[in-house]
């Protein structure tokens, strides 16, 4: 009688092993897919709060300078402002743990109302007026201008004037799935949005800096 319980509870467990284990795996796959997107997403968010900091203390930094490249995208023009690519080589510099291929873009934009690349009452990252566009240039191993533009002098930094702008910092990343349970991949999107720092009043109006 003994012997016969103790082959059917090994049976049973046999059983019971059968089907939890698969159910485990799944769940541990899971929780290593959930940590890496958190990873990527809080490397989103830190990166563009970086880009949104430099941004936003660099009203007065006048028009952009190209830099030549092998293989480079569109030339930033004399409309593209300093302060974009400041922002851009800020967020290169400061490294993230996910890889920058993954990055689809980089968006440096003037804010509207809602935080969001103009016109007024736009709520999605597409890049229109007074908004520059980057991507990852691996020859340069940095973010290249793409298109947009923003020229330099119309922006208002005055303290407490109404119409004072401010800048956002956009990304746009694809987090690939590593098992392939949840299909290819999600696409990640993060920005920040700042008061540009106060330029010297006989500075600060449109028209009256670089």
Known sequence: ???????????????????????????????????????????????????????????????????????????????????????ADAIQKAGSAMPKDQIEYLLVFKANAKGYPLPEGNTTLSCSSNCVRFVWDAGLNKFRYASGSWTSTTINACVNHANRDTVGVAMVAEHPWITGLFGDGVEIKERSVMNFEPLPSEQCMPGTHL
């Not at 796959?29 to 959930?34: D, K, V």
């Open 1 to 87: 009688m003994v012997r016969r319980r103790t082959r059917g509870e090994r049976g049973a467990v046999a059983v019971e092993a059968a089907l939890v284990t698969p159910l485990l795996f799944f769940f541990v796959l899971g929780i290593i897919e959930m940590s890496l997107l958190m990873r990527d997403t809080v490397a989103t968010t830190s990166a563009v709060r970086v880009g949104g900091r430099v941004a936003s203390v660099s009203a007065g930094a006048g028009p952009g300078v190209c830099q030549a490249s092998s293989n480079p995208p569109p030339c930033a023009p004399a409309s593209t402002p300093a302060l974009a690519q400041a922002a």
